[in-house]
């Protein structure tokens, strides 16, 4: 079992739409969580971080974060095509030391104009 | 301000060559991370310096991989004896923190290709 788990799609949603994309992570460990955009041949681009329970808001989009069930997602609003690109979820566990993130797959997400 | 930096953007190695890639991390920043991205992957962890002391380097998939950061700013990583399965892009990034807000800016990345 990988230790964060993404829907590698693509997930097709239409322009103006709400697109959400799913996180699972295993260690319980975990402590800060953050959702990357990466386009096709560019390096991630970090768009939110999460570090508590609950939901964070900032501008179209929002991360929700549930340690108990070990799952983070992003919610993007009223979708454009240029938000068309593969989103990766990371996690660390910088309470143990360890500063690495560990990345999922990513999820390509696809906005039908 | 300017953002982190990689070169060479592009390498080409004939299998067996020794590589040296560089970065240069946003001004200030005191924690440096080095990833390997395969094609359709997220990015693998390498090695992580905090200034000029590498504190982890558990990621380096072998001892031809070799990296260092003399004076805590600009990094190097040196790929002895290149593989075809070195083949991949190689991103550095940099936070400016050393808790557990450890918010990593990525720089363009270099794409590696061993032939």
């Known amino acids: 079992q990988k230790e964060v788990e993404q829907n590698s799609g693509p997930l097709s949603v239409p322009e103006g739409a709400i697109a959400s994309l799913n996180c699972t992570y295993s260690?319980?460990?975990?402590?800060?969580f953050f959702w990357y955009r990466q386009y096709s041949g560019k390096s991630p681009e970090l768009i939110m971080s999460?570090?508590?329970?609950g939901d964070k808001e900032d501008g179209r989009f929002t991360a929700q974060l549930n340690k108990a069930s070990q799952y983070v997602s992003l919610l993007i609003r009223d979708s454009q095509p240029s938000d068309s690109a593969t989103y990766l979820c990371?996690?660390?566990?910088?309470?143990?030391?360890?500063?690495?993130?560990?990345f999922g797959s990513g999820t390509r997400l696809q906005v039908q104009p | 301000g300017a953002g982190v930096s990689q070169s060479p953007r592009y390498k080409v190695a004939k299998r067996g060559q020794d590589v040296a890639l560089r970065c240069d991390p946003i001004?200030?920043?005191?924690?440096l991370f080095w990833y390997q991205q395969a094609l359709g992957q997220g990015p693998e962890f390498l090695t992580y310096?905090?200034?000029?002391?590498?504190?982890?380097k558990s990621g380096l998939p072998s001892d031809r991989f070799f990296a260092e950061r003399p004076e805590g700013s600009v990094s190097t990583l040196k790929i002895q004896r290149t593989q075809q399965e070195d083949s991949a892009v190689y991103l550095c990034?940099?936070?400016?923190?050393?808790?557990?807000?450890?918010?990593?800016?990525f720089g363009p990345g270099t794409r590696l290709t061993v032939t």
């Open positions: 999460i570090y508590s329970n």
């Open positions: 001004s200030g920043h005191v924690s």
């Open positions: 310096f905090q200034n000029e002391a590498q504190l982890d």
């Open positions: 990371a996690v660390n566990q910088a309470d143990t030391g360890r500063r690495a993130l560990t």
């Open positions: 260690d319980r460990v975990s402590q800060s």
């Open positions: 990034a940099s936070s400016y923190r050393t808790d557990r807000s450890y918010e990593q800016y």
